[in-house]
């Protein structure tokens, strides 16, 4: 079992009152848990780490950062969040040639590296210059979903996020850039960055980024001229309608074309909350597969046979821990070390968003079998927070101490034991536990 600190653990119950969450929010406040320091763009690393640098942790990834500004934007801190997107703006229109170019030569998706850049230096606002994974349609439909939210001028008492004419030019480009990949048919790596299939959840994400689109768009309030070179509503709506097409026909599968079959992914969580794309029956199959084939006694696969981070990980050769998939997939497969079931990774990022899923199903039908979940899977991601005494292997024959009070990226099996990895804090898991906490409150006060 894991051991989270003394002190939350006799605050973790099986029913809560808004006082007893009011104490969980103070602990974890005061003990740092939930704090975000960004860089001066207001971009966030991945992780919060002294040797982020040894995994590439410090980099900014659009998709974490558009999870942890959503964080932000879901507990009341609007500026903090449309800061982050203003960040995440500034760097897109920095390198809006990476839109154009495959805007004006499809074919040049094929060179990943030619497509936009998800993960990039946060201070600088450069690309980094390494062989990376880049055809990740998803990273870039939440971008557009969350910007086009904050940009909203129906959604807002005020407009979050007031974009210029360059913004706007942009903004309307990803439309053109999803036409030009034909996204509902196009292989990219996803959410975990590995080997390029056609995903359920790469397409859902983009579908719910042009429907927030069109949704901005269609909002009297805000203003935009042809100059912009908007996408007709026409356009967007065909665009949609193919990628709810090929949805449909994916899930529950994340991906059913024989070469890369895969039935069970953990990144179809997201495709309910928090962008709310699939309807109910889709979400309670998502469910039930990620319960019944994923969850784990300490967190949540990402899908069968994951060999990230899988048993004794820390043990191999440190070019191969931080080395695309392919690169590591290959190493394991020389050294015919193949991934057994229930060696995977268990991550803790997943709980956290089924609690809020419930949440939200709680306090629109009043279901009591709704909030007993939802405390369940809250209770399991608060169990996720270090304790003390959590030790790991750095790699160089020395050992790294894992503070207690943090949001691990997963936990993982050293020889027979489950134990964080260094990647400890993580801000992705940060802010999907803030969304946990927050949709917790929501129900407490119904």
């Not at 056609?198 to 927030?212: E, H, N, W």
Request: proline share 4%; hydrophobic share 40%.
């Amino acid at each position: 079992m894991l051991t989270p600190p003394k002190l939350l653990s006799t605050l973790v119950k099986d029913r809560y009152t808004s006082s007893d969450l009011s104490v969980i929010w103070q602990l974890l406040d005061e003990k740092g848990t939930l704090s975000f320091e960004t860089t001066q763009h207001q971009l966030f690393p991945a992780a919060a780490i002294a040797d982020a640098q040894k995994t590439g942790y410090n980099h900014v990834w659009v998709r974490d950062n558009v999870y942890v500004a959503y964080a932000h934007y879901n507990m009341g801190d609007l500026r903090a969040a449309a800061g982050t997107l203003s960040g995440l703006m500034a760097y897109f229109k920095k390198f809006a040639f990476r839109f154009t170019d495959i805007i004006q030569a499809p074919d040049w998706k094929e060179q990943v590296m030619k497509r936009p850049h998800i993960r990039f230096d946060g201070e600088s606002l450069k690309e980094v210059d390494e062989d990376w994974e880049h055809a990740q349609n998803d990273a870039l439909g939440y971008f557009l979903w969350l910007c086009c939210k904050l940009a909203k001028p129906g959604e807002n008492a005020a407009v979050l996020l007031v974009l210029s004419e360059a913004d706007r030019a942009v903004l309307f480009r990803f439309a053109a850039y999803f036409e030009a990949v034909r996204y509902w048919e196009d292989p990219d790596s996803g959410h975990w960055e590995e080997g390029r299939k056609v995903s359920a959840s790469s397409i859902g994400v983009v579908v719910a980024g042009l429907r927030a689109l069109r949704s901005l768009m269609a909002d009297s309030a805000f203003t935009f001229t042809e100059k912009d070179n908007p996408p007709t509503d026409a356009t967007l709506s065909h665009l949609i309608e193919t990628g709810e097409f090929a949805l449909r026909r994916l899930l529950p599968w994340e991906c059913r074309h024989l070469e890369n079959k895969r039935r069970y992914d953990a990144a179809l969580l997201f495709l309910i909350y928090p962008l709310q794309v699939v309807d109910r029956e889709q979400a309670e199959a998502i469910l039930s597969d990620v319960a019944t084939a994923l969850t784990g006694e300490y967190g949540i696969q990402r899908y069968p046979y994951d060999s990230f981070w899988c048993r004794d990980f820390h043990d191999l050769d440190k070019s191969i821990q931080t080395a695309k998939y392919t690169g590591r997939e290959a190493w394991l497969s020389a050294q015919n070390r193949a991934v057994q079931r229930g060696e995977e990774a268990q991550w803790c990022i997943f709980d956290p968003i089924i609690s809020a899923t419930y949440g939200e199903w709680f306090q629109s039908s009043g279901k009591s079998i709704y909030l007993e979940r939802q405390i369940l899977h809250l209770n399991r991601a608060l169990s996720q927070i270090t304790g003390e005494g959590n030790t790991v292997p750095s790699g160089d024959g020395a050992v790294v101490e894992i503070p207690a009070y943090c949001c691990p990226e997963l936990y993982y099996l050293q020889g027979d034991q489950y134990v964080p990895n260094v990647s400890t804090p993580l801000l992705w898991t940060q802010a999907n536990l803030c969304l946990a906490l927050k949709s917790m409150a929501g129900s407490l006060a119904c």
